[in-house]
């Protein structure tokens, strides 16, 4: 799975997301722009989805090729044809609509019987030894549960031996938003085509995706001069934003940074925040939290400067403070709102997480100089939905909060949305499972208010801090294993990504 993978793929790919429904139209515009047919691109499509098979897995000789009732289907033809004349034992199965093929994926059925090829029904007994089974059965045009025989033949793939490799998206998976309503292939490896998708990204994309890739199918110098509406980031982003320091630097200049929170009995939370901003770079870290938790967070990390969250000094505090980072372990008794209430009168940047966020979404405002890192959980409270409405389309959950609250707006989970109030939107392709664990919320929080006060614009504070801190866990997991990774183990590796300079390439 590509949850296990650890993003090792993500070097090569493409950077450019388009939406779902926009495909369509960027297929023809493309073929258009530089003279092919429909059925060339199809052809096109094919064609990789086979070279890509043969290089996984060069001793298969015998291929399952499932075919949709779609074009999908028809690229799944082109696959069975190519292999077949390359002397590859083929079989094929399709599924038979009420309706006719479109005119492409009918050209490529006709070109695979031409050849001689078979076309089995849906619900035929499979060969006993298959070993490579192709996914070409719905595509990127699902929105909802695949139906019957769909559903069947996933499932049959999923309990076969064979590796699946799912052109496009792996069926029962939704381009749009990463949504497995139904049956969802299990892929070992997937193939998209043109660009990427939302869907392949973010949602329930990494149970299910195994091994992305992206082929351009020749559209590159059309594409350039596209630009994608959506964008993907990892760890080769980190140098765009970071870069290294002058000689002469000195503390003020990698910003002045106060963290509120840590109500009595939540040290934990605001220490590792603060200490997550001091490890990303921030130049001086100051904390103001419940008097009990001075001692402790002191004893910790002594580079930290802590005092008790009091009126008078969170006034002082703030007037220093370059950046402010409220919310981990705040607490919502009236300690914590008062706090937050004293804060909201403030005008530089900042970043809300946690119980500021819950306080949040009881007195809702929208500004501009705020960041924004709800789990799909406060996301929904924010909105006032179920969790579920989050997950379901996490695209549109994202920019719908903009809408609402402004700023930048964070929305944690496998495949981390990032969004603002000028339109752009950013899938974080980093992290594993292992982040699946308390504190790693409280360590984001840190490593992006680190980088607002190093100078960089909310938005780009976002993302290069939600990259580094996805690569700081897949690195830890190539380590140790994503089982039993904690949030401060980041700690040990968080230096190769804020120093971009010094990843190995």
């Known amino acids: 799975m590509r949850n296990q993978e650890l993003n090792a793929n993500t070097r090569s790919l493409s950077h450019s997301v388009w939406p779902a429904q926009a ?81 492409e994926a009918q050209q490529a059925r006709e070109a695979w019987l031409a050849a001689g090829g078979v076309i089995h029904a849906a619900d035929a007994c499979w060969p006993e030894q298959v070993e490579v089974i192709i996914d070409a059965l719905l595509g990127t045009g699902l929105n909802r549960a695949p139906a019957a025989p769909y559903d069947h033949l996933i499932t049959l793939a999923n309990a076969h031996a064979a590796p699946v490799l799912a052109i496009d998206m792996p069926s029962g998976l939704a381009a749009a938003n990463g949504t497995a309503p139904g049956a969802t292939m299990l892929a070992a490896h997937t193939l998209s085509m043109i660009v990427l998708k939302p869907g392949q990204l973010t949602g329930k994309a990494r149970d299910y995706i195994g091994q992305l890739h992206v082929d351009e199918l020749g559209l590159s110098v059309f594409l350039a001069g596209n630009p994608a509406p959506m964008q993907r980031v990892d760890a080769q982003d980190l140098s765009r934003w970071l870069k290294p320091r002058k000689a002469t630097s000195h503390k003020g200049d990698h910003g002045r940074l106060l963290v509120v929170g840590g109500d009595r009995g939540t040290a934990g939370a605001i220490r590792m925040t603060a200490e997550a901003a001091l490890r990303a770079g921030a130049g001086l870290v100051r904390v103001l939290t419940h008097e009990d938790n001075i001692a402790p967070i002191l004893t910790a990390r002594p580079e930290l400067m802590v005092d008790a969250l009091v009126e008078e000094r969170l006034q002082q505090a703030l007037e220093w ?64 939905v179920k969790t579920s409405e989050i997950e379901s389309d996490r695209i549109h959950a994202a920019q719908t909060l903009v809408k609402r609250y402004g700023g930048v707006v964070v929305l944690k989970g496998a495949g981390t949305v990032i969004a603002d109030d000028q339109g752009n939107l950013v899938i974080s392709d980093v992290g594993n499972a292992g982040m699946a664990s308390g504190g790693m919320g409280d360590i984001l929080s840190g490593i992006i208010a680190a980088l607002m006060g190093q100078k960089l614009a909310l938005f780009d504070a976002a993302c290069a801090g939600c990259v580094a801190h996805g690569a700081a866990a897949d690195a830890v997991a190539r380590q140790r294993g994503t089982r039993g990774m904690l949030a401060t183990d980041l700690f040990e590796l968080l230096w190769q990504f804020v120093n971009p300079e010094m990843i190995q390439q």
């Open 23 to 103: 495909i369509g139209k960027l297929e023809r515009d493309a073929a258009d722009s530089l003279g092919l047919t429909l059925y060339e691109l199809m052809q096109r499509a094919g064609q990789a989805s086979y070279e890509l098979a043969r290089r996984l897995w060069p001793e298969a000789s015998h291929w399952l090729v499932l075919c949709g009732h779609g074009n999908n289907g028809g690229d799944g033809y082109v696959v069975a044809r190519l292999a077949q004349a390359a002397g590859i034992t083929v079989t094929l199965l399709a599924c038979e609509g009420s309706k006719p093929l479109p005119e």
């Open 321 to 384: 403070a370059d950046v402010i980072a409220i919310g981990p372990g705040l607490g919502q008794r009236d300690w914590g709102k008062q706090a937050l209430k004293t804060v909201v009168a403030c005008e530089k940047p900042m970043l809300w997480d946690a119980d500021a966020l819950n306080l949040l979404a009881i007195n809702a405002d929208y500004r501009q100089n705020r960041i924004i890192t709800p789990h799909p959980g406060e996301a929904a409270r924010l909105l006032g």
